[in-house]
């Protein structure tokens, strides 16, 4: 099973770009989309064809959204805020609601955003989850916004970890695995971005930030699968800036992950980014993170 995760940085531009193309070569099974940034009346006739949609646009015209794609078509499928769009592989779409009920509280300010959606696989035994997590900013004291935006992202963090557990121990005592994909906003090691000296004090990559991402990992719990296929390579980045030559020099970061339960993690027999043949042919500021398991 292929399974993919690409923030697109809105699909309206994507599809301009080429990702049309890249979706009928790479062909997986599973894609998470994060930064879709579309009305469902204003998707794209047909870009979905093919595959079972659980898709939360969220209530930002303009911003956020995320969507999981599945060849197979699911048994369940939970989101947090209103305006959860389901649609089958012929294209017929039902709206509904996702739910609070047992989402930490930290989580309920975040719920109507179009951050977080999931899906039980009806013949395949995994719980999946497509994640875009806040960006935060570089605290300042003398920009309270700033201050207030990364303690936004930091309370969201908290109650994030709480809803993984939970959402991977229900998982497992359903006979499940669990993996949840997408955009991070982190920056986990030194070897996750090419300058880290010199972003020490910048949101992504501040010490607290990384010692939460070290505390949803574990040999028991959750695999970063992409860094245990490539233990000792900086990289493989993820996301380039669109400014200056930080594509051409490979000045990247790697925020975009699959995080699975060990023996999921285990599985995986390929692991990486599709990166862009060149800064014109990029479809989005990030690269896809495509991974095959063996179920």
């Not at 197979?72 to 017929?92: C, I, K, Y």
């Not at 039902?94 to 609070?100: K, L, N, V, Y």
Request: proline content about 7%; hydrophobic content about 40%; glycine content about 8%.
């Amino acid at each position: 099973m292929r399974i993919a995760t690409f923030n697109v940085n809105g699909i309206r531009a994507a599809q301009r770009r080429g990702f049309e193309s890249w979706i009928a070569h790479r062909s997986p099974d599973v894609l998470g989309l994060q930064e879709v940034r579309c009305r469902p009346a204003d998707l794209p006739a047909g870009i979905f064809s093919g595959y079972h949609v659980a898709w939360q646009p969220g209530g930002r015209a303009g911003r956020n959204g995320v969507a999981l794609l599945t060849r197979e078509e699911p048994a369940a499928v939970r989101a947090w805020g209103p305006d959860l769009v389901t649609m089958a592989p012929n294209g017929d779409a039902q709206q509904t609601d996702g739910t609070t009920a047992g989402l930490p509280r930290a989580l309920h300010p975040f719920a109507e955003e179009g951050r977080y959606v999931e899906v039980d696989l009806s013949e395949t035994p995994v719980t999946l989850a497509c994640l875009y997590l806040p960006k935060g900013a570089t605290p300042d004291p003398q920009d309270q916004a700033a201050v207030d935006k990364q303690a936004r992202k930091e309370s969201f963090l908290a109650g994030f970890a709480r809803h993984l557990t939970a959402t991977r121990r229900r998982a497992a005592k359903e006979g499940r695995q669990f993996l949840v994909m997408g955009d991070f906003n982190i920056a986990h090691e030194n070897a996750d971005l090419k300058n880290w000296r010199s972003n020490r004090r910048n949101e992504g990559f501040l010490p607290q930030e990384r010692e939460w991402f070290s505390s949803i990992l574990s040999p028991r719990t959750l695999v970063d699968v992409v860094r245990a296929a490539h233990p000792e390579e900086n990289g493989p980045y993820s996301w380039w800036s669109w400014r200056g030559k930080a594509f051409v020099n490979d000045a990247g970061w790697r925020i975009d992950y699959q995080l699975a339960t060990p023996d999921l993690a285990n599985s995986a027999t390929a692991a990486g980014t599709d990166h862009d043949p060149s800064y014109e042919e990029r479809i989005s500021d990030h690269a896809p993170v495509v991974v095959d398991y063996e179920f």
